[in-house]
């Protein structure tokens, strides 16, 4: 049943030249309702030709091939005298269903298409209305933006005070809240962020000393603080997060505080920070766990948002028209509000140590020292007091300023004053060779003082190779190896040169067959050519 049914759909698909082997004959005319004539599916022989061959064969023994204009290729219906070919048989249902069309558009009511032409009429008007609406809008739109370009709010009016280009904050900071990823919405300035972010490192520290029952001091905080943000943290900084978040912490100026700083004393004053947390329920002491810290961190975020908040409320106020709206259903900000410009926060104020009291006389010693002291030595007092009291001699005429003394101080008293004159002199020259002292001399100079060490590294190589001479690239290459400093191989052959050049006797340079053997005196004192090298150092560094 199944092949028969795949057969049946490829021959309707596919005239077959078995189907003009059963066409009618000439005289009778197909039916408009009668199918196709179907043909057996039956298997290809081994030798039998292929489909075109066959019907070429069979076109040509029924008298000719049709042309493609012949009423059986166009596969136009047959008049009652026309043959019947493979191409009318093969396009007979397809005219079936196209008379079935028409027949049942023919046979529509014409209310029904009336009714869908009303429908469509309609829609189209509410299109266009709906569309001259909108455009009304944007014009409305487009003139009320004109107008504010044209007229500037008051704040713009009176503009802002254009900052110096040395005072000019950086484009990080001043476009911070046009960086940010994501959709725009409620972000922070910049600064309020930095504060943001020192907060939570500040509440950090102070969470793991106080849950240690440490007391932390600004400076433990101060460089905790600094570590963790790489940002500068002042005593400002405290007093700005005192002002955005009030109940955090509890400040106070406090001596004898544990240190361990060489620059602070126990008796100094120092400000602490200790933060202040709700009491447990089981009366235990509260810590600063991690969900009080995350609960702190979204109080104080808050609280800096709403101070955003009163900024751009205060610059919807200066609008013209002015603008209102509720903080719950505000999601962004405004375009023309500049976030990043908002002012900083001012800082609250902080404890400062007591004054402390100073005393410069003998009378404020008397008065505090009153009863405390024998009466022996409050009477010492008394007359010092009286003869510190006494007006003092009366004043000379003012001298003109005196000249720098050219006597011998103290401390050189003895010293002959032409030998004065000549280190003084002495002094001056080498300050202005070392003013006046070209590149090459430097750097001969800076060679000079390698080469002490040089020649004791040198003698010292020698010895351990047991050679009377070495050639050049050997004896670069030990003391590249031996010497204290990193030195190529061409500045070490330099330094050589130069030691030859100036101790000739000591070390002397053969040229041997285009190679450049070095030759040391190994039994001449080592002490005695250090002593020259410097020489020769101290005289070139005049």
């Known amino acids: 049943m199944e092949q028969r049914r795949v057969t049946d759909f490829f021959v309707r698909r596919r005239p077959t030249p078995r189907a003009a082997l059963r066409a009618k004959p000439p005289g009778c005319a197909p039916h408009p309702s009668e199918p196709a004539p179907r043909a057996p599916a039956k298997r290809a022989r081994p030798g039998t030709p292929p489909p075109a061959c066959r019907r070429l064969r069979l076109s040509a023994s029924a008298g000719g091939v049709s042309s493609p204009s012949s009423p059986a290729a166009t596969g136009s219906p047959a008049g009652p005298g026309s043959p019947a070919g493979p191409g009318s048989a093969a396009r007979t249902p397809r005219g079936r269903k196209i008379q079935k069309k028409d027949a049942l558009s023919a046979g529509q009511p014409s209310g029904l298409a009336a009714l869908q032409d009303k429908d469509t009429i309609s829609e189209l008007q509410s299109c266009l209305q709906r569309a001259r609406a909108l455009e009304a809008r944007v014009q409305a739109l487009k003139a009320s933006a004109q107008k504010d370009a044209e007229s500037p709010s008051p704040l713009e009016a009176e503009g802002r005070p ?13 476009f911070h809240a046009l960086a940010q990823p994501g959709p725009p919405g409620l972000v922070l300035p910049y600064k309020y962020q930095v504060l943001a972010e020192m907060f939570r490192s500040m509440d950090t520290i102070v969470g793991m000393l106080y849950n240690r029952s440490e007391t932390a001091t600004f400076a433990k905080v101060k460089r905790g603080v600094q570590d963790m943000t790489r940002k500068r943290f002042e005593e400002r900084n405290v007093g700005q997060i005192k002002a955005v978040y009030p109940s955090s912490y509890c400040f106070r100026q406090e001596r004898n505080v544990p240190t361990f700083k060489d620059g602070v004393k126990r008796s100094d004053y120092q400000l602490t920070i200790e933060p202040l947390l709700d009491p447990e329920a089981g009366g235990a002491a509260p810590q600063l766990t991690a969900s009080r810290l995350l609960q702190r961190r979204q109080v104080f975020s808050q609280r800096l948002l709403e101070r955003a ?19 719950d259903q505000l999601t962004r900000w405004h375009p023309r509000f500049s976030v990043d410009e908002v002012p900083d926060v001012e800082p609250a104020a902080l404890p400062q140590p007591p004054p402390t009291e100073q005393l410069t006389t003998a009378q404020e010693v008397l ?3 009153r009863g405390l002291v024998s009466p022996k030595m409050e009477k010492a007092l008394s007359q010092l007091a009286v003869r510190s009291a006494e007006p003092s001699s009366p004043a000379l005429p003012a001298s003109p300023p005196a000249t720098p003394p050219t006597t011998p101080t103290h401390a050189l008293k003895g010293v002959s004053q032409d030998l004065l004159e000549r280190v003084r002199a002495k002094e001056a020259q080498k300050q202005l ?9 430097e750097l001969r100079l800076q060679r000079l003082e390698r080469l002490p060490e040089l020649a004791r590294v040198l003698r010292s190589v020698f010895v351990s190779e047991r050679k009377p001479a070495l050639t050049m690239a050997v004896a670069c290459a030990r003391l590249v190896g031996s010497y204290c400093a990193s030195m190529s191989p061409g500045e070490m052959e330099k330094h050589l040169l130069l030691l030859s050049e100036l101790l000739p006797d000591w070390l002397s340079l053969h040229h041997v067959r285009g190679d450049t053997y070095v030759k040391l005196d190994k039994a001449a004192d080592l002490t005695g050519v250090t002593a020259r090298l410097a020489l020769h150092a101290r005289a070139e560094g005049l």
Do not use: I, W
């Not at 751009?312 to 002015?322: G, Q």
């Open 162 to 174: 254009e900052q110096p280009c040395g005072e000019q904050l950086p484009a990080y900071q001043r």
């Open 309 to 327: 908040k009163e900024h751009h409320r205060a610059f919807l106020a200066s609008l013209s028209p002015p603008m209102e709206v509720p903080d």
């Open 367 to 369: 008065a505090r020292a």
């Open 433 to 441: 060779a070392q003013m006046t002292r070209r590149p090459e001399q």
